[in-house]
C-alpha cells in the first residue's frame, strides 16, 4: 500500500478527533468488499493482505460478483484481470501489475482508508464506492468519495506486459527515482515523474506515484464497500 508515514500519522490525528464525537454506526460489523464484474467478460478478481506475496483468486462472469470478507484490522488490495495464468492469478505488484483498490481497514471506530492505485500500472477501469456514509464533522476531503477511473490513461509505447497491462514508469524501469525508494524515497525527495502527471491528468482519482497521497486517499467508516470493475 502507498500510505505515507506521514499519511498514517495523519489518519491517527483524525481517528483521536473523531473519537470525542459520537459514533454513527455499527463498528460490529466486519469489512467485507463486493467485487462486480461489470466487463463485457469473465474476470479473474484476486486479493492480498500487505506483506503476503500471493493472495487467493477466483474468477467471475460477467455481470457477476462476488464478496470478499476481512478481519479488521487488515490492510491490502484488490485487482482483477481478463485472463491469467496459475499462480499470476493470484498476484498483482511490479512483477505483473494490475489496476488496484486498495484498502485499510481498522477496528472500531477509526476510518478506513481507501484508494485506486496506478503505481505499479493499470489494466481495468475501475470504481470503489462506499455501501453507507459514515459522519465528516472535520471537512476532511473525498470523505466517503467513490474514486472512479472508467478510461484508462494511454500506454507509453513500450511499456506493455506480455498479460495486455500496461507498466508504470516504476515497473518498467524499476529505479529509485520512479519508485521513490533510496534517495527518493520521501515525499520531500519523490515528487512524481513526467509519466506520473500524464496518468494523474488523465486519471485524476487514482495514485500515480507513491507519495500521491494528497489528491488520491479517500477515508470513510462504511458498511462494506462496492469494487467495480469496468464501471
Ligand atoms: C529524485 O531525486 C533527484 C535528485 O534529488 C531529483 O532530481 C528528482 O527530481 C527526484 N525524482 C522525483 C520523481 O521526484
Redesign the pocket.
Known amino acids: 500500500m502507498y500510505f505515507s508515514p506521514l499519511l498514517l500519522s495523519c489518519g491517527a490525528l483524525l481517528s483521536g478527533l473523531v473519537a470525542g464525537v459520537p459514533v454513527i454506526r455499527s463498528t460490529a460489523s466486519k469489512p467485507f468488499v463486493v467485487v462486480k464484474n461489470s466487463c463485457p467478460h469473465s474476470i479473474v478478481a484476486g486479493t492480498s493482505t500487505n506483506g503476503n506475496e500471493y493472495g487467493n483468486s477466483l474468477s467471475i462472469s460477467a455481470g457477476g460478483s462476488h464478496t470478499f470478507d476481512y478481519d479488521a484490522p487488515w490492510e491490502g488490495r484488490i485487482w482483477a484481470r481478463k485472463s491469467c495464468q496459475g499462480k499470476t492469478c493470484d498476484f498483482s505488484g511490479m512483477w505483473a501489475p494490475t489496476s488496484l483498490a486498495e484498502f485499510h481497514f481498522f477496528e472500531g471506530s477509526q476510518e478506513d482508508f481507501y484508494d485506486i492505485s496506478f503505481v505499479d500500472g493499470w489494466n481495468l477501469p475501475l470504481s470503489i464506492s462506499p455501501n453507507s456514509k459514515s459522519d465528516n464533522p472535520y471537512n476532511v476531503a473525498r470523505h466517503c468519495g467513490a474514486p472512479k477511473v472508467s478510461s484508462l490513461p494511454s500506454c507509453p509505447a513500450g511499456f506493455e506486459t506480455d498479460d495486455g497491462a500496461c507498466a508504470s514508469a516504476c515497473s518498467h524501469y524499476r529505479t529509485?527515482?520512479?519508485c521513490?525508494t533510496g534517495?527518493?524515497g520521501s515525499s520531500d525527495?519523490?515528487?512524481?515523474?513526467s509519466y506520473?502527471a500524464k496518468v494523474k491528468a488523465q486519471a485524476p482519482d487514482a495514485y500515480s506515484?507513491a507519495f500521491d497521497d494528497e489528491t488520491s486517499v479517500y477515508t470513510c467508516k462504511a458498511d462494506g464497500y462496492t469494487v467495480t470493475f469496468c464501471p
Open positions: 529509485p527515482e520512479y521513490c534517495s527518493n525527495t519523490c515528487k512524481g515523474s506520473a506515484y
